[in-house]
């Protein structure tokens, strides 16, 4: 089966800096490949995808790079603000399926 | 998108009991989902929760200790039975929807 591997785990940034989340996906069958954003007491919340026949996509500060040939995608973070603070989890999905390979997740702090 | 409803937000249970945890999606879905997140951790599928039939749990998880219905299109329960520590831990309901997955916002489940 699919196997997600995230990094770093925790980042820590000041505000107004980039941050970078980077992960890995075992099976080249995955052809779609969300990012979920968790705040405290809340559910994982979709905040920007990418599918496999594009290398990159923007969403305002937010932008997902694909790199089917090494199978890795990272989410960036521009301008980071306060409000950023929470995880972040990858995931990776097979065509055809309906289910998600989840990674660790990664635990975002923005300092004011 | 589909808004999620998911009941209770939190409990604190003792050992020995069972809880049974409600999901409402405000559209009809196909497919629906019970994950669980342990502190810490990413999320773990626990079943599909399927309309019409038995749930299909993914390996280490079974039907006497996450029970699951599914009585129709826009309404799911999964309990956990016979509670330990161990369950203590984040329930989450998703559904697949226009090809992306939705989350309620969990349910925060202590056993004491």
């Known amino acids: 089966g699919e196997n997600v591997e995230q990094h770093p785990s925790t980042l820590s940034v000041q505000e107004g800096d980039s941050a970078v989340i980077k992960c890995t996906y075992s099976?080249?069958?995955?052809?779609?490949f969300p990012w979920y954003k968790q705040e405290l007491g809340k559910g994982p919340q979709l905040i920007i995808d990418?599918?496999?026949?594009?290398g990159e996509k923007k969403d305002q500060r937010i932008a997902v790079t694909l790199n089917k040939t090494a199978k890795h995608f990272s989410l960036h973070i521009t301008e980071t603000q306060p409000e950023d603070s929470a995880v972040y989890f990858c995931?990776?999905?097979?065509?055809?399926?309906?289910?998600?390979?989840f990674g660790r997740g990664t635990s975002l702090i923005v300092h004011p | 998108s589909a808004v999620i409803s998911q009941k209770p937000s939190r409990d604190i249970c003792q050992r020995g009991t069972s809880l049974t945890i409600q999901c409402q999606v405000d559209?009809?879905?196909?497919?629906m989902f019970w994950y669980r997140q342990q502190p810490g951790q990413s999320l773990t599928l626990i079943a599909t929760?399927?309309?019409?039939?038995?749930?299909?749990?993914e390996s280490g998880f079974v039907i006497d200790k996450f029970p699951i219905s599914r009585p129709n299109l826009t309404f799911s329960t999964l309990t956990v039975s016979n509670m330990s520590p161990e369950d203590s831990s984040i329930y989450l309901c998703?559904?697949?929807?226009?090809?992306?997955?939705?989350f309620g916002q969990g349910t925060r489940l202590t056993v004491v």
């Open positions: 559209s009809q879905v196909t497919m």
């Open positions: 099976d080249s069958a995955s052809n779609y």
């Open positions: 929760a399927n309309q019409g039939s038995e749930a299909t749990y």
């Open positions: 995931a990776a999905r097979p065509g055809g399926s309906y289910i998600p390979t």
């Open positions: 998703s559904v697949a929807l226009g090809g992306e997955a939705f």
């Open positions: 990418i599918r496999s026949n594009v």
